[in-house]
């Protein structure tokens, strides 16, 4: 049986169980309705007893069934790009890799980091790591504390080779204006620089050591215009020594489902990061393991998971098995 078809059994399985809660529901709403005629103490218990079902048991079953969903979603759609994969719902690339880059501002508390859907793998020879990130900062506006939070999915990619290099490129969107002083201002080894490339000095903030005479690679540059013109997300890079990370922010691993229909084969395979390609791109041609940049593929759509759904078709086994047998004779 392959990972398709289990993954297809299995969540048709959990959206059953699942719905089935739901179901439950109504006798208890009827419930209070009747108790509201006879008993207001009594009706006061069944009010309760109702908002916790709901609240607090079928909201975590919910939350089983899209963890579940987001996990054979991300192992299935990325086997294409990545080899060896492994993939962990509550973890996250590292903290210290992540503060390293110094690319998005993060309060340093634990809480002010979150991280969750780690996957690791291979993609062409090189370790990658990913995650979908919330970034939360604290910054003063005059006499006032303020915040703001920013989410997306981290890349982490370890270069083979140590390149001596320390700069960062931030899309000018991305940030908060008065939060990006505030903190590279606690970087005082940093400096604000120009990349001499006219759509890039327009678009990013460009950062290196004081001192440094350091820019991004002209083919470099040029693969992340092609990625710039693709993906819907903001675009912050980091390379610092052998690790090459990137923050697209808006863009993530996880989707949303929805329990109004059971979960078809093209939302389950669907890839969830195809921007993956061109970061691995990135990275190869820095290390000079390419030469050419990618060429453009058309643009996907919106995996169906995360838009309303309609009436979709259930992805039963027969039909799984079908597609498989497509693939073998291609």
């Known amino acids: 049986?392959?990972?398709?078809?289990?993954?297809?059994?299995?969540?048709?399985?959990?959206?059953?169980?699942?719905?089935?809660?739901?179901?439950?529901?109504?006798?208890?709403?009827c419930l209070v309705l009747l108790a509201a005629f006879i008993d207001l103490r009594l009706c006061a218990v069944a009010i309760v007893f109702s908002l916790g079902y709901q609240l607090i048991y079928l909201r975590r079953k919910r939350q089983e069934y899209s963890a579940l969903f987001n996990h054979y979603h991300i192992l299935?759609?990325?086997?294409?790009?990545?080899?060896?994969?492994?993939?962990?719902?509550?973890?996250?690339?590292?903290?210290?890799d992540i503060l390293k880059a110094r690319l998005i501002p993060?309060?340093?508390?634990?809480?002010?980091?979150?991280?969750?859907?780690?996957?690791?793998?291979?993609?062409?020879?090189?370790?990658?790591?990913?995650?979908?990130?919330?970034?939360?900062?604290?910054y003063k506006s005059g006499r006032q504390n303020r915040g703001y939070c920013v989410s997306g999915c981290w890349s982490r990619i370890e270069l083979p080779t140590f390149t001596g290099c320390d700069w960062r490129l931030i899309e000018k969107d991305v940030l908060n204006e008065l939060a990006r002083r505030s903190y590279f201002s606690a970087y005082p080894e940093l400096e604000r620089a120009q990349v001499g490339v006219e759509w890039v000095d327009q678009k990013y903030y460009f950062y290196r050591p004081k001192g440094s005479d350091e820019k991004p690679d002209a083919l470099l540059l040029k693969q992340l215009k092609l990625l710039q013109e693709y993906t819907p997300g903001r675009?912050?890079?980091?390379?610092c020594g052998n690790l090459f990370q990137v923050f697209i922010q808006n863009r993530v691993l996880s989707r949303n489902v929805s329990l109004a229909a059971t979960l078809t084969v093209h939302q389950i395979s669907a890839c969830p990061f195809p921007e993956l390609d061109y970061l691995v791109r990135m990275a190869r041609l820095i290390t000079r393991q390419e030469q050419e940049v990618l060429v453009p593929v058309q643009k996907q759509e919106e995996p169906a998971a995360s838009q309303p759904q309609k009436?979709?078709?259930?992805?039963?086994?027969?039909?799984?098995?079908?597609?498989e047998e497509d693939k073998d004779q291609a």
């Open 106 to 138: 993060v309060t340093e508390k634990d809480k002010c980091l979150l991280t969750r859907e780690h996957t690791i793998g291979l993609a062409k020879g090189l370790p990658v790591e990913l995650c979908d990130a919330t970034f939360c900062y604290q």
């Open 76 to 96: 299935i759609g990325m086997e294409n790009q990545m080899e060896g994969l492994q993939h962990t719902h509550l973890e996250g690339v590292s903290r210290e």
């Open 311 to 323: 009436a979709a078709q259930p992805a039963e086994e027969g039909e799984v098995q079908e597609k």
């Open 235 to 239: 675009i912050c890079i980091s390379l």
């Open 1 to 29: 049986m392959t990972l398709l078809q289990e993954s297809s059994m299995e969540l048709q399985k959990k959206y059953k169980e699942v719905s089935r809660r739901y179901y439950l529901y109504i006798p208890i709403v």
